[in-house]
T-cell receptor, first 110, second 110 residues
């Protein structure tokens, strides 16, 4: 089976940098994705890492190390609107269906 | 700009009623999914489809059924709603690495 571990909550102040980690155990591996979900809203796709290394999209970056079964989402220049839940999701080998983590609630303080 | 639409957005119904949650996408994606999510919790896969006339059950048994007669349409039906079905239901579609989610249907069974 598949399992993912991510912190349940992270707090930070506006303007800071925060890193949300995700470790996973899967049978085979296709890639690691990140999603953002505001309270009462739908998840929105942020990034995908299929290979090792860093992917940058504006203030957000995502990193993957397949040998360590580990990835992270890095958020820079935090803004109040970044307060949301962030889910990592892994696509195991041989499947199009990702497994989602429990989500990390990010709280940004002024 | 949402390309996947769910209706209704909110629904309150009585126990024992039959309901259908609608989901349509305009992106031509073959793969579509239904997830159930309680507030602050992870997403649980209920059903998925790889294309027309292809449907499979996910990890969570929710006494629901789906159909996929047209590529763009993937409705979810609860034959007899129960209070335990109270939750948010999210429809998604995918082509490649990322999912696109609908805005969700927040269902309350009284």
């Amino acid at each position: 089976g598949q399992s993912l571990e991510q912190p349940s909550e992270v707090t930070a102040v506006e303007g800071a940098i925060v890193q949300i980690n995700c470790t996973y155990q899967t049978s085979g591996f296709y890639g690691l994705s990140w999603y953002q979900q505001h309270d009462g809203g739908a998840p929105t796709f942020l990034s995908y890492n299929g290979l090792d290394g860093l992917e940058e999209t504006g203030r957000f970056s995502s990193f993957l190390s397949r040998s360590d079964s580990y990835g992270y989402l890095l958020l820079q220049e935090l803004q109040m609107k970044d307060s949301a839940s962030y889910f990592c999701a892994v696509k195991p080998g041989g499947s199009y269906i990702p497994t989602f983590g429990r989500g990390t609630s990010l709280i940004v303080h002024p | 700009e949402a390309d996947i639409y769910q209706t209704p957005r909110y629904l309150v119904i009585g126990t024992g009623k039959k309901i259908t949650l609608e989901c349509s996408q305009t992106m031509g994606h073959d793969k579509m999914y239904w997830y159930q999510q309680d507030p602050g919790m992870e997403l649980h896969l209920i059903h998925y489809s790889y294309g027309v006339n292809s449907t499979e059950k996910g990890d969570l048994s929710s006494e629901s059924t789906v159909s996929r007669i047209r590529t763009e349409h993937f409705p979810l039906t609860l034959e007899s709603a129960r209070p335990s079905h109270t939750s948010q239901y999210l429809c998604a579609s995918s082509e490649g690495s990322g999912y696109t989610f609908g805005s969700g249907t927040r269902l309350t069974v009284v």
